[in-house]
Structure formats: structure tokens, C-alpha cells
């Protein structure tokens, strides 16, 4: 079974600054998905950034990268120029290639980020 | 298009009662999955539905179900209503070409 770690229970970063939210996983598959999922307040889940593991290129949304790393099995979410509606939960998500398991989405325990101004 | 919808947003019941959640998909959008949200257990996978059949389920009790209709909207049912069975409720829809799984603001159940 795939699993998803998120180390960090909390963080926090000044605005305008830089963070980075670490996520391992383990799995035994060689395609599959990666996510990270920001959760406000509000609790509408928003994807803010995906990564195809067959993908060498890290993935880019404007203030979001990531770092993969697929040997390592690790995945972190770097977010640059830090906003206060930054603040919100954030997950890592894990999703397999294989139709047998359909969507099915495997989330890390989440990391909350505080935006300090 | 519309967003995913849930209704209700807020439901309070008490144990031993059985409750129905149900969830509207984005438009065009067959895949419809179900996750329970705790501060215990985090978010877990309950099931997915596609074209009105239960393609992948998690691990919970049989009392917990649900279904799809053809017009892809789908409920889930929790019946024998336990206290621990209080979380928010999420429910997600995927079209077929996409990897993004659109979620709706979800359910908070409270079982008093």
C-alpha cells in the first residue's frame, strides 16, 4: 500500500519570503501522480500544483515549484514570495497510474502554514 | 461551469440515527469519489463511483455506502450513526482527460 509522509506538522514564514513543505512517499509503482492540495479555512480543497512521475521536469505554477525527487521518493512544495492567503493547510497527495485503483487519492497528515506580515 | 456542490453543509444527528450526504459533480464529470476528514485520522479514501458503478473502496464498515445516478450525481449513507463517524465529509469529481480532482466544500456531520 502507498503511503505519504508530511514531516512538518506547522510552519511559518514571513511574508514576501520564501518556504519550502516537505512530503516523502513510499510506493512500489513506477507511474503515478503527485499533489499538493492547500486546504483555507474556508476547507475548499484547491490543487495548487501536480507532477506526472514519468516527468522529469520539476512542475511550476507561478510562486509554486516543486522539487521531485523520484529515487528519493520525495516531493516538496516550494513557495516563493510568500502571501498572507497563503496561510491555509497544505497536503501532499499521492495518486496511482493503474486504472484498477481508479482515483483514488492518498493524502500525507497535511502541514499548516502560518504567513506572518 | 459550476463548482462541486454538497448539500447539506452542516448536519447534526445523533447515534444510532442514519444520515444521507449527497454531492453534485462539475458538469460533464463521471468520477465521483467520497473522503472523510478527521483530526485524528486525516483525510481517508471512503469510495468512488464511475458511470454509476463502485470502481475502488476503502477501508471502512459496511455501514458506510453509497451510489451513483446516471446523471452522476451521488449520495453516500452512513447508517448506526457512531460518534466517531463526526468529521467533514468531502466529495471530489474528475472528468476522464484530467488528472485534477475538483473538490466540493464538504460536509460537516456531528453525531451527538
Known amino acids: 500500500a502507498q503511503t505519504v509522509t508530511q514531516s512538518q506538522p506547522e510552519m511559518s514564514v514571513q511574508e514576501a519570503e520564501t518556504v519550502t513543505l516537505s512530503c516523502t512517499y513510499d510506493t512500489s509503482e513506477s507511474d503515478y501522480y503527485l499533489f499538493w492540495y492547500k486546504q483555507p479555512p474556508s476547507r475548499q480543497m484547491i490543487l495548487v500544483i501536480r507532477?506526472?512521475?514519468?516527468?522529469?521536469q520539476n512542475a511550476t505554477e507561478n510562486r509554486f515549484s516543486v522539487n521531485f525527487q523520484k529515487a528519493a521518493k520525495s516531493f516538496s512544495l516550494k513557495i516563493s514570495d510568500s502571501q498572507l492567503g497563503d496561510a491555509a493547510m497544505y497536503f501532499c497527495?499521492?495518486?496511482?497510474?493503474?486504472?484498477?485503483?481508479?482515483?483514488?487519492?492518498?493524502f500525507g497528515a497535511g502541514t499548516i502554514l502560518r504567513v506572518k506580515s | 461551469k459550476a463548482g462541486v456542490t454538497q448539500t447539506p453543509r452542516y448536519l447534526i444527528k445523533t447515534r444510532g440515527q442514519q444520515v444521507t450526504l449527497s454531492c453534485s459533480p462539475i458538469?460533464?464529470?463521471?468520477?465521483v469519489s467520497w473522503y472523510q476528514q478527521t483530526p485524528g485520522q486525516g483525510l481517508q479514501f471512503l469510495f468512488e463511483y464511475f458511470s454509476e458503478t463502485q470502481r475502488n473502496k476503502g477501508n471502512f464498515p459496511g455501514r458506510f455506502s453509497g451510489r451513483q445516478f446516471s446523471n452522476s450525481r451521488s449520495e453516500m449513507n452512513v447508517s448506526t450513526l457512531e460518534l466517531g463517524d463526526s468529521a467533514l465529509y468531502l466529495c471530489a469529481s474528475r472528468s476522464g482527460g484530467d488528472n485534477e480532482q475538483f473538490f466540493g466544500p464538504g460536509t460537516r456531520l456531528t453525531v451527538l
Open positions: 458538469s460533464g464529470h463521471r468520477s
Open positions: 497527495a499521492y495518486r496511482s497510474a493503474f486504472t484498477q485503483y481508479g482515483n483514488k487519492l492518498v
Open positions: 507532477q506526472e512521475a514519468y516527468k522529469q
